[in-house]
């Protein structure tokens, strides 16, 4: 508990279409208190425009921003603190998440591995 690291995230690159594009990581589901133990601080969202934010009580993280302009491919970078996870993996099924206006939302799970000392 206590300790912090870091995973990355490859978003890929995007031909550009209209209104917001956002990827995110959920330490914690909006409207869920399934809660894995583990804490999303911060983010960094590459050189591609984006604003990064961290949700309240680190529930999560983003990489938002608005406009039609296509962008590159990225990397996502988390910042995770263990609050209480248990030791061994832990999977979050819907846990990395893209919404592209003109295109839909898709979801895919993150795998943390967590070792006792």
Not at 95 to 117: E, F, K, N, Q
């Given at each position: 508990?206590?300790?912090?690291?870091?995973?990355?995230?490859?978003?890929p690159?995007?031909a550009?279409g209209?209104?917001?594009?956002?990827?995110?990581?959920h330490?914690?589901m909006?409207?869920?208190d399934?809660?894995?133990?583990?804490?999303?601080?911060?983010?960094v969202?590459?050189?591609?425009?984006?604003?990064?934010?961290?949700?309240?009580?680190?529930?999560?993280?983003?990489?938002?921003?608005?406009?039609?302009?296509p962008?590159?491919?990225?990397?996502?970078?988390?910042?995770?603190?263990?609050?209480?996870?248990?030791?061994g993996?832990?999977?979050?099924?819907?846990?990395?998440?893209?919404?592209?206006y003109?295109?839909?939302s898709?979801?895919?799970?993150?795998?943390i591995?967590?070792?006792?000392?």
């Amino acid at each position: 508990m206590g300790d912090v690291g870091q995973f990355r995230v490859q978003v890929p690159a995007y031909a550009g279409g209209k209104g917001r594009v956002s990827y995110a990581a959920h330490a914690l589901m909006p409207g869920s208190d399934d809660d894995r133990g583990y804490r999303f601080i911060a983010v960094v969202c590459g050189d591609a425009g984006f604003t990064p934010v961290v949700h309240y009580e680190d529930r999560g993280v983003v990489c938002s921003r608005i406009g039609q302009a296509p962008h590159a491919a990225f990397e996502m970078v988390v910042t995770v603190v263990n609050a209480d996870a248990a030791d061994g993996e832990t999977i979050m099924p819907k846990g990395l998440g893209a919404l592209v206006y003109d295109v839909g939302s898709t979801a895919a799970p993150w795998r943390i591995y967590g070792v006792a000392r």
